[in-house]
C-alpha cells in the first residue's frame, strides 16, 4: 500500500480537529445518526475511525435540512456501503456530553440491509470495518456502544446518557 492513504488520513484528522471548534460554536446542539446493522447470525457492524481511537456504530452528524432517517441513510451507505431492505427502527436517543456538553446520538437497530459490492466501503475516515459477535467485541469498543448492545440483546434498561 503507498503512503498516500496515511497522509490523506492525516491530513483529514488536522483538518477535522481545527475546523471541529468552529461548527460547535455554530451549532446549539449536535446530533447524530447511528446505526446498529445487524445481520443473520447476530453479529453486529462496527468501525473504527482514522481520527480517533476505538469501534464504533456506522453514523455520523445529521445535516442541514435532513432528518434523522435521512442522515442515517447517508452514513451508513457513504461509510460502509449499507443501504436499507427494510424498517429501522429507533431504538433511543442518547446524550453524549463526554465530546461535547450539547452532543445527542439517534441510534437506530438496522436489520434489513443489503450492501454493494460484496466488501465494506472503507472511504475517507473509515479505517476498519468488521462484523463481531456481542460476545466477542474488539478491545478498544467505545462503552456507549457496548451500553447500547446490552440493551438491545441483553434486555439491560436504557441509559438516557452515551
Same mark, same amino acid.
Given at each position: 500500500m503507498s503512503a498516500a492513504p496515511? +497522509?490523506?488520513? &492525516?491530513?483529514a484528522r488536522l483538518i477535522t480537529a481545527m475546523l471541529r471548534p468552529f461548527w460547535r460554536m455554530r451549532r446549539g446542539m449536535t446530533l447524530g445518526a447511528q446505526g446498529v446493522v445487524i445481520d443473520g447470525e447476530g453479529r453486529v457492524l462496527l468501525?473504527?475511525?482514522g481520527y480517533r481511537p476505538g =469501534?464504533?456504530?456506522?453514523?455520523?452528524?445529521?445535516? =442541514? &435540512? /435532513?432528518?434523522?432517517?435521512?442522515a442515517l441513510l447517508r452514513e451508513l451507505e457513504e /461509510?460502509?456501503?449499507?443501504?436499507?431492505?427494510?424498517?429501522?427502527?429507533?431504538?433511543?436517543?442518547?446524550?453524549?456530553?463526554?465530546?461535547?456538553p450539547r452532543d445527542h446520538i439517534a441510534v437506530f437497530t438496522v +436489520?434489513?440491509?443489503?450492501?454493494?459490492? /460484496?466488501?465494506?466501503?472503507?472511504?475517507?475516515?473509515? *479505517?476498519? *470495518?468488521?462484523?463481531?459477535?456481542?460476545g466477542e467485541l474488539p478491545a478498544l469498543t467505545d462503552a456507549g456502544t457496548r451500553r447500547r448492545l446490552a440493551e438491545i440483546f441483553d434486555g439491560v434498561a436504557l441509559s438516557a446518557r452515551w
Open positions: 496515511s +497522509r490523506n488520513a &492525516g491530513t468501525v473504527r475511525h =469501534w464504533f456504530f456506522p453514523g455520523g452528524g445529521v445535516e =442541514w &435540512g /435532513e432528518t434523522l432517517e435521512t /461509510e460502509v456501503g449499507v443501504r436499507l431492505a427494510g424498517p429501522a427502527p429507533l431504538h433511543g436517543v442518547f446524550a453524549n456530553f463526554s465530546n461535547f +436489520r434489513h440491509w443489503t450492501r454493494q459490492p /460484496e466488501d465494506y466501503f472503507q472511504r475517507g475516515e473509515i *479505517a476498519e *470495518a468488521g462484523m463481531f459477535a456481542p
